[in-house]
């Protein structure tokens, strides 16, 4: 059965439109305190702009990393052990007991720190200060800048104006993460916390999930991992997003395998209910029903009603994601028959593999590559 993809709307739209506004704001903000001090400096417009660019630049990136290590410091202290660290597509793993640096980007994700669980006691271990440490880091750091600006005696000074759009962009983000919502395909801190605070069945899934994180890095496999880490949620536990990626874990466990036939019946299940699946995650679900049609009989009419407007935009948005260029080499290949097309994404696909942080979903993306090549040879 082929769903229709416009039967629900994007619950991530406010919080895009929430993280624009954030931009917004301290982009006016930022641009007319610059005008005012080229105005009392007798600076030329040119390096003015220059200057804004500069520290607009500083000020986001700065923030995010204070907030990625708000997660790292409050997660370390409450028992949780280092697994990666990322601030754009500049990612620092623990692999294996050695760092390294290797790239990775995700959709609307600027910045994650994802660190390996505690042992629990009595069936609980901590989580809040974990998820809502990035927010604590924002906020705590956004009150020293403004300590310092108001030390500052010269208001119009750049030292003043760099210090001041700290601390409000400091206490924009911390709203942004802090306030339970999705932001585009993901859900924010907040919302992660408050899903947690509500079952105890979504705080096993975090685990599971972590757990998960750190073995494939390690280069586990997921089919080579024990099946009760994959088991069905229940449907009242699929309302919660942090439950329901674990059903989403189980499909590609499936995928994992080579079982194309299951995990698309599976995500025709799954795409199907009205779990609580985020929008990230359905993407890469439609990317592997996609791949699991090439793969059987293909029927182009199903695979044409998946590849929506909505759909494509997200591949290029995770392009740099193995199933994603996988999927773009499977329909170059066996949907569109275009082999020069279909090589240079192969090429892609190569180049990822060196970069690419887990290991264990490179060889898995391997296996099924190479399966896409199969059914193209059966077919000439």
Known sequence: MVINMKKKASKGVFGQICAAATYFIIGIFMGYAFQQMAKNNGESLPITELKFIIVFLAVFFIQIILHEAGHLLFGLLTGYRFVSFRVGIINLIKQNGKFKIKKYSLANAVGQCLL???EPV???YPYALY?????IMNIISSVVFLEIYIAIKDKNSFTALFFISLAIFG???ALTNG???NIGLIANDG????SLGKNAEA??????QLIINEETLNGTRLKDMPEEMFEIPSEEG???NMIAATAVFRENRMMDGLNFSEAAEYIDKLLDSDAAILGLYKNLLIADRICCELLSDGDNERIKAYMTKNFNRSMKQMKNLPSMIRTQYAVALLYENDKEKADKILKIFEKTEKTYPYIADIESERDIVNQIKEKSEQKT
């Open 203 to 208: 705080l096993k899934a975090l685990r599971t």
């Open 179 to 181: 306030i339970p919502m």
């Open 238 to 240: 699929m309302q919660n």
């Open 122 to 124: 009595n069936g609980k």
């Open 131 to 135: 998820n809502l440490g990035g927010v």
């Open 191 to 194: 919302k992660n916390t408050l």
């Open 116 to 118: 390996a669980p505690p």
């Open 171 to 173: 206490f924009l983000t």
